[in-house]
């Protein structure tokens, strides 16, 4: 489809990245509203539960899952971009808002920041109990016994993990195939978002998913190591000590089991000066992540507020760069820039 690039003005094509970015500022994703990611969790859920109660010697539950992890971000990815592609070439205009709300639909910023925010309001107030109930919904740990700093520690954690494979990684992959055709940037975002819903529902190392979720757990691995590694230096840029906070990532990040999530979550504490990771309780037992980063400063709510906003200059910082390379290879593809 590469006449797809030079059939709408340059203009419109590099509005699809910058509206996708307003709309998850501004608006996010209500629970009320569809989304790509309920039909992925309906398939998932069904496919998972096919295979592990029809296939049950652990190499063709390895063999399921690889079809999993490959189908559906393949199909989700393919379907958004053929659907994009005929809207397109229907209506531009049309083109412009199916691919904007498909691509924003990828992205969690706004969710990460309501899902922090609605822990901290209560905490902030004295209201231990209804935020351990609100943090609840966004973590695996046990939060019934938390106290305050280890509420805001795990809040912390979440906020710093999901900057990478919930906003950055998704918009890193929509801009990539954005350089290649309208359509192919949104399937990109898609297919990822498709491979992160998985690794969140199956990829686990226990029972049951442990053979059926180990492809799906692994090709996200994969897919996420570039740009979580781009989101680590991208918060050593705009921390302003670039050097240190890639010295305390490469002291701590290789100690946590994740290849990625110990990386990202490093970068956050370094630049913020705190130190995450600790004990973690998970159906009461005891779970010791490493330590990442030095304990310089406590984390209270506005260290929560402020990684909050790292993460949303990182964000626009990606958008601006992205946006400078598509123009210049919207202009090389299309002679724009011959007569010059």
């Given at each position: ?13 590099l509005l699809v990245p910058l509206l996708a970015a307003i709309a998850d500022f501004l608006i996010g994703d209500p629970w ?74 990828c992205l969690a910023g706004r969710s990460l920041r309501d899902a922090a925010e609605s822990v901290l309001t209560p905490l ?66 898609l297919a990822y978002k498709g491979l992160s819903t998985l690794d969140s529902m199956v990829g686990y190392r226990d029972a ?133």
């Open positions: 489809m590469p006449a797809l690039w030079c059939s709408a003005p340059l203009l419109e094509s009320h509203w569809p989304h790509p990611v309920q039909a992925m969790g309906w398939g998932i859920q069904h496919y998972s539960r096919w295979a592990l109660a029809t296939i049950l010697s652990p190499w063709g539950q390895r063999w399921a899952g690889i079809v999993l992890a490959l189908g559906l971000p393949l199909f989700s990815g393919g379907v958004g971009a053929v659907a994009v592609a005929g809207i397109w070439h229907w209506n531009s205009a049309a083109g412009i808002a199916i691919s904007s709300l498909l691509f924003a639909s902030n107030q004295g209201n231990l109990v209804e935020a351990r109930q609100k943090l609840r919904l966004y973590v695996g740990r046990d939060t019934e016994t938390l106290s305050a700093p280890e509420v805001l520690r795990a809040v912390l954690e979440t906020v710093s993990e999901n900057a990478t494979d919930g906003v950055l990684a998704p918009l890193f992959y929509g801009l990539v195939g954005l350089a290649m055709n309208p359509a192919m940037g949104v399937g990109l975002a049951p998913h442990t053979h059926l979720g180990w492809a799906s757990a692994r090709l996200e691995d994969c897919a996420t190591w570039l740009p979580c590694r781009l989101t680590v230096l991208t918060i050593a840029l705009l921390s302003g000590r670039p050097r240190w906070v890639w010295s305390l990532c490469q002291r701590d990040a290789p100690a946590d089991p994740s290849p990625n999530a110990g990386w990202s979550e490093c970068a956050y504490a370094a630049a913020l000066g705190v130190q995450l990771g600790g004990e973690n309780y998970y159906r009461g037992r005891v779970k010791v992540k490493p330590l990442l980063g030095n304990a310089n400063r406590a984390i209270t709510a506005l260290v929560v507020v402020q990684a909050l906003g790292l993460t949303r200059r990182a964000c626009l910082l990606w958008l601006a760069v992205g946006l400078v390379g598509l123009t210049l290879r919207y202009g090389l593809h299309c002679g724009y820039f011959a007569s010059l």
